[in-house]
């Protein structure tokens, strides 16, 4: 799963890596000139590419409905770069040289009589080399754009498809995605993306558990007393508004991260690093959850709404506003509270959390566990270990434990954390979510990815929840924008002597 071959520790503070090299490759971009492409997709190969990673024979095809030449297409791709990057690491040497691998071809996928043959003739008439058709288009069109390249003769034994989020829109909808797209290509080489999955503190998450022994027997109800999982962002929805609001937090983040969040954390130990052992693990605690119903909605869930507030002391509008509507249910804010009936987990919550217009920008996972069983230290307080996963934006990784304070006059006790924050302890740069999972796809490695029965499952977990907030007509409460969210978000661990972090 490491996209770095890496030289032991000497002791010095930068630590030596070195990018592999993968072979060369046609990639696709459907949905060429979106947000997606332009932001993340095309900086992120630009990036492998400056770094040695991808060959100079490989090709890179931007298409969508369109009609624009290679020449604009690279002009619109180097202005995106130039504006959404910092320009710190833009090389005009290295991007001259990137450019010479981009084109362009205009294709409408929803009109029947679309000429695919023309995406055929700008990629490498060599069969035997590796294909990727990243699909970074709504997935109404996911089937038949893999029907289009089916029947054009394009898909070969090495051709692989990344479909992005969302995969639907329920279980229903996600199981007839999947079983398209598997009518065109085998599961192994269906790659579901989330890029969350790509971020270096969610590996890390794996190597924590599973490579140190301090952590693993620890890992249960036995010295864990709840966890927390939170993806909080400061923005509103910005361009996505009429997407969100046929979508809202549920499906577009909990459904998705969130869950994927849960299931590396929560999985049993896996066989091996092999995609399928890895997934398969990932595939019972989804199928541990204990269902929400309308029974147990008003107790477990709390969904809300931002109005107007402040985010770092700008005014900012209601969600109404930033959608152009006057009236919606929809929800940008959700907590849960969650059970995973198993042996392992049996009694502790882990509780989600997830919202737009929050107080800042965060993602952690908290691992809260139990107080020691007595303490020897008389009247004097004990905080209880925690620890702190931080994926974004500072990444860390956080053991707060207890310490006596030096100098004489008793025994006093404070709470101080082991640190490992990424930018002080690595000082070369690491690839982000989106570079990382690229070559995968081109590498042919799949342990990042989800499998089509997970999507599945989640769904149908997420699915009861919907089915119970429409049976039982939960309330959709409101939460100043710059807050986290509801206070009744609040009340909900409370009531369980839990807080959130």
């Not at 209601?318 to 509507?325: M, N, Q, S």
């Not at 959709?476 to 206070?487: H, K, M, N, T, V």
């Amino acid at each position: 799963m490491s996209e770095t071959q890496s030289k032991p520790d000497d002791g010095s503070s930068e630590s030596q890596s070195a990018f592999v090299p993968v072979e060369a490759f046609d990639l696709v971009v459907f949905g060429g000139t979106g947000d997606l492409a332009r932001r993340k997709l095309i900086p992120s190969l630009y990036h492998r590419f400056c770094d040695g990673q991808i060959p100079e024979n490989s090709r890179i095809v931007g298409t969508s409905r369109s009609d624009r030449s290679g020449i604009e297409y690279r002009k619109i791709i180097s202005k995106a770069y130039k504006e959404f990057s910092s320009g710190d690491d833009y090389d005009t040497s290295c991007w001259d040289d990137f450019e010479q691998m981009v084109d362009y071809v205009p294709l409408d996928v929803a009109d029947k009589d679309a000429d695919w043959k023309s995406l055929g003739k700008a990629l490498s008439k060599n069969k035997e080399r590796i294909r990727v058709f990243y699909l970074a288009v709504p997935p109404e069109l996911f089937v038949g754009i893999c029907q289009g390249l089916k029947a054009a003769g394009l898909v070969t034994k090495n051709s692989r498809v990344v479909l992005e989020k969302p995969l639907g829109t329920d279980y229903d909808s996600a199981k007839s995605i999947n079983e398209g797209v598997r009518a065109v290509f085998d599961e192994n080489r269906i790659y579901r993306i989330d890029h969350y999955l790509g971020k270096e503190t969610v590996q890390n998450l794996l190597v924590l558990r599973f490579g140190n022994i301090l952590l693993e027997p620890l890992w249960s109800n036995r010295a864990i007393d709840h966890i927390e999982i939170t993806a909080a962002e400061s923005i509103g929805v910005g361009g996505r508004g009429a997407y969100y609001d046929g979508a809202g937090a549920l499906r577009d983040m909990v459904q998705n991260h969130l869950l994927q969040l849960l299931c590396l954390t929560a999985m049993e130990t896996p066989a091996s690093l092999d995609a399928d052992d890895v997934r398969t693990e990932k595939l019972k605690v989804l199928r541990a959850l204990r269902p929400i119903t309308s029974e147990n909605a008003a107790n477990h869930t709390v969904r809300g709404q931002y109005a107007r507030g402040k985010v770092n002391d700008e005014v900012m509008a209601d969600y109404l506003t930033d959608v152009g509507v006057d009236f919606s249910e929809t929800e940008t804010f959700v907590a849960i509270k969650a059970h995973i009936d198993n042996w392992r987990w049996a009694g502790v919550p882990i509780y989600l959390r997830t919202g737009k217009r929050m107080a800042t920008r965060r993602s952690d996972i908290v691992i809260q566990f139990k107080p020691v069983p007595h303490s020897v230290f008389g009247d004097t307080h004990l905080n209880a270990n925690r620890l702190v996963i931080r994926l974004q934006p500072d990444e860390a990784v956080r053991l707060w434990l207890e310490i006596k304070e030096p100098g004489a006059g008793g025994m006093r006790l404070k709470t101080v954390p082991l640190n490992l924050t990424y930018a002080d302890n690595f000082t070369v740069r690491y690839p982000d979510a989106y570079e990382r999972l690229l070559m995968d796809v081109v590498r042919g490695n799949l342990s990042l990815f989800m499998r089509g029965d997970e999507v599945e499952a989640a769904w149908k977990w997420v699915d009861s929840i919907l089915a119970a907030w429409g049976e039982s007509e939960q309330r959709l409460e409101l939460y100043q924008a710059g807050q986290d969210g509801p206070e009744e978000a609040h009340d909900m661990l409370s009531r369980y002597g839990h807080k959130w972090v």
